[in-house]
């Protein structure tokens, strides 16, 4: 059995992939400071699992907390989801999401080499393809960044690809998510955004349960289908099960592995709201309204990267997908509260 830290476990990908780690039969030691989770998340995880995992509450920025969770475990692999993602926030507090995301990387990587311990797989975004709509996107695309929070993704990207070249014997692989969503069939774990939810599926369950009133749909001018943005939306579970193949992977000997996580298939707003109407039988009102800044009109991945080395590929549908999102939030109102 394998050991596997993961930074950020309490949160929503995290606690996911806490799950499939443990019920692939790796032992899980989370690390996670609850600015944006609830512990409650793990506790589920232990239920549904019917396995334990050691938490420890800490911030992946403070060196000797972490130093001290190395001295106790003899850990194989990190998974490192620790970090702050909201697009908004991250332009009125760049220094914060800077300081959180990227020393925070840095101290990481740090106490893990001197652990001895130099095997990462790392949660990037397809955040790092930028403005551009030159889909679908394969992961030898452009890189760019329109925002902090993207600059503290690429940043990492580049540090850890650098780190790589000084030192062989580090394995890292980068994981570029596009827009994961969903929740365990279970409805007992899922997203629970602090706040009015930035991002669609959140919103459409929190307008379903009757915390919000109306979606705002932003744009209907865009060149695509409907004039909706359209993204590749990918259940969580996928996006968990990807993690458990990638430490399962083969070791690269040049630079870090770069994997896209996506289905491949890219579904407009319109197309989400009446998939999420029609398989949970309930009307979500909205209205139309200006576009978002730093949006693009279509962003969905190439995947077939993921699958031919990791042999990973997404098996859940929209349909699971706006099912189990809305399995979670009637079952779970106000979240993890
Ligand atoms: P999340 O906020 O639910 O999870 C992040 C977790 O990290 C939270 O539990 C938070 O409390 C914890 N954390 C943050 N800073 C920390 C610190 N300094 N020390 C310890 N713990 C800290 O977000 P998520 O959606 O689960 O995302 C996980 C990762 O995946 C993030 O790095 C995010 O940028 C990346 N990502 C997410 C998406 C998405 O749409 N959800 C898309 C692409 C990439
Ligand atoms: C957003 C982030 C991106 C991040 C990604 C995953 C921005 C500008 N980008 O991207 O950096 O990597 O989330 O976390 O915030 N929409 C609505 N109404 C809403 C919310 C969204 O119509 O209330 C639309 C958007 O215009 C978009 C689609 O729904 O077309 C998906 O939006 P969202 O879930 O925020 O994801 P991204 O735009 O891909």
Request: glycine fraction near 8%; charge should be negative.
């Amino acid at each position: 059995m394998q050991r596997i830290l993961v930074t950020g476990g309490a949160g929503y990908i995290g606690s996911h992939t806490c799950l499939r780690l443990l019920e692939a039969g790796y032992e899980v030691i989370a690390v996670d400071n609850f600015c944006n989770s609830n512990p409650e998340s793990l506790e589920r995880v232990k239920k549904l699992t019917g396995k334990s995992l050691t938490v420890y509450e800490a911030n992946i920025c403070d060196r000797q907390s972490i130093k001290k969770i190395f001295e106790a475990h003899d850990i194989d692999a990190v998974i490192h989801f620790a970090g702050l993602k909201a697009v908004g926030e991250s332009v009125e507090k760049p220094l914060e999401y800077y300081y959180n995301n990227v020393y925070g990387t840095l101290v990481l990587c740090d106490v893990m080499a001197d652990a001895g311990v130099k095997n990462m797989v790392f949660s990037s975004s397809a955040t790092v393809y930028g403005l551009s709509d030159d889909v679908p996107f394969s992961e030898d695309a452009p890189t760019s960044a329109t925002n902090p929070y993207g600059r503290t993704k690429l940043f990492i990207e580049e540090i850890l690809s650098d780190l790589k070249v000084a030192d062989k014997e580090w394995s890292i692989t980068l994981l570029r998510y596009f827009n994961p969503v969903g929740a365990h069939k279970s409805g007992l774990i899922g997203e629970d955004p602090k706040g009015t939810p930035n991002n669609l599926m959140p919103y459409i369950s929190q307008v379903a349960v009757g915390r919000l009133k109306q979606l705002q749909v932003l744009g209907d001018d865009y060149p695509t289908i409907d004039g909706t943005g359209v993204r590749d939306y990918i259940h969580v579970m996928d996006i968990a099960e990807g993690h458990v193949k990638a430490l399962e992977g083969p070791r690269v000997k040049e630079g870090p592995a770069v994997y896209n996580l996506g289905t491949g298939k890219g579904n407009s707003v319109l197309e989400v709201v009446k998939a999420f109407e029609k398989v949970n039988g309930i009307v979500i009102p909205y209205k139309i309204t200006d576009r978002r800044a730093g949006d693009v009109a279509s962003s969905y991945a190439d995947p077939s990267k993921a699958q031919k080395h990791l042999n990973w590929t997404a098996k859940l549908t929209l349909n699971d997908m706006v099912r189990d999102a809305w399995n979670w939030q009637k079952k779970n109102p106000n979240g993890y509260a």
